[in-house]
């Protein structure tokens, strides 16, 4: 298992960051019609997998970070903040739509890619040195 999926329950923080991504630009369409309820909603509706994939991630990691070798353990532990500063810029973004505080979207949107690239980088590198031999 690796140290961001879980096959068995489905969580996968990557593939749901994608849908969080893709749910976001359906939300700015929503948004553009004006119907501002819709898109609170579809606001909501992109973030849960997410988040649930977020946590769930984290949790795993952290479990995982008590039965590893040393250089594993140090890259969990990275792999720990990042996965944590994701969840929050994800949640930023998410905030910001659903409460409907269009002049934030940007920034939050640009915090939430700049974290996405991090995350990817993080992740690659405990994937790595984590892999069984």
Known sequence: MSCHTSPGRGFDLDRESREFADGMQKCA???QTGALADFADCMDDAYR???DSAEFAYY???ELTKHTLKKCRASLRSYLKVVDKF???ADRLHRAGS????AA???ASKGFVAQTRRYAKVAQSALRLCAPR
């Open 87 to 89: 969840a929050a810029a």
């Open 105 to 107: 979207i940007p920034g």
């Open 99 to 102: 409460l409907l505080r269009f």
């Open 60 to 62: 795993t990691a952290d």
């Open 49 to 51: 997998g997410f988040r």
């Open 29 to 31: 369409v929503i948004g």
